[in-house]
């Protein structure tokens, strides 16, 4: 019989300590985080259930049901967390980028296409993935999933419309623009994911994808 290791993503933690009197939320997102370390560990979304979650988090299974219904319900909440998170990393990146709004929109692609190389198992989970479910089996809404990613988006709708606004874009809706424009990085990002020996030039896919996608004029 296999025994457990500190190695093995299902051997169980040491029992975690109570929270004390309003410290549920504690609780909540530490069932959260261990659900994306699971991912991390395994790269299987199948890795991740109601078990082996109590299992990382150092609970009992029924614990989870105050916090979170369902599987599912729990797959939506590392998603969400992963979208904020990739958000406020892309915001970060236009800021340092400086005053020159064109700029901030290549800083901003290329640190978009990073993560996605980055971090692979998560990305792949944020845009469907194994986890997706059918709605009427589950806890989720039609809401749940069609606002997915729209603080990440809103970000580079932000950036195309200040690179309009200076007079460095031709772009005349910068929402519908900024859809376009990220279904080529989203595109670009998954190609690199699975033709890793395609041969192209890198660099200078990505910056004409990102000019042209972008409406950039010419310096």
Not at 26 to 46: C, K, P, V
Not at 94 to 119: F, I, Q, T
Request: one cysteine or more; glycine letters at 6%; a neutral charge.
């Amino acid at each position: 019989m296999k025994e457990s290791s500190a190695a093995d993503p299902a051997a169980p933690k040491r029992a975690r300590v109570r929270n004390r009197r309003g410290e549920g939320g504690r609780l909540r997102e530490d069932i959260i985080s261990a659900a994306a370390e699971l991912l991390d560990e395994t790269g299987d979304e199948r890795a991740i259930t109601l078990r082996s979650v109590a299992r990382k988090v150092g609970i009992a299974a029924p614990s989870i049901y105050p916090h979170f219904p369902d599987q599912p319900s729990i797959m939506l909440a590392v998603v969400q967390r992963e979208f904020t998170e990739l958000a406020t990393h892309l915001h970060s990146e236009v800021r340092a980028a400086g005053d020159d709004p064109r700029k901030g929109l290549y800083a901003l692609c290329r640190a978009y296409l990073a993560y996605a190389k980055n971090h692979p198992e998560r990305y792949r989970t944020m845009f469907g993935g194994l986890w997706m479910p059918t709605l009427g089996d589950n806890s989720l809404t039609e809401e749940d999933l069609t606002s997915l990613g729209s603080t990440a988006i809103q970000v580079l709708v932000d950036a195309l419309a200040k690179c309009a606004a200076a007079g460095q874009s031709a772009v005349t809706d910068p929402p519908q623009d900024a859809i376009t424009l990220w279904l080529g990085l989203h595109g670009l990002a998954h190609q690199r994911a699975v033709s890793r020996t395609f041969p192209w030039p890198e660099e200078s896919i990505t910056e004409a994808m990102i000019t042209r996608l972008a409406c950039l004029k010419e310096t």
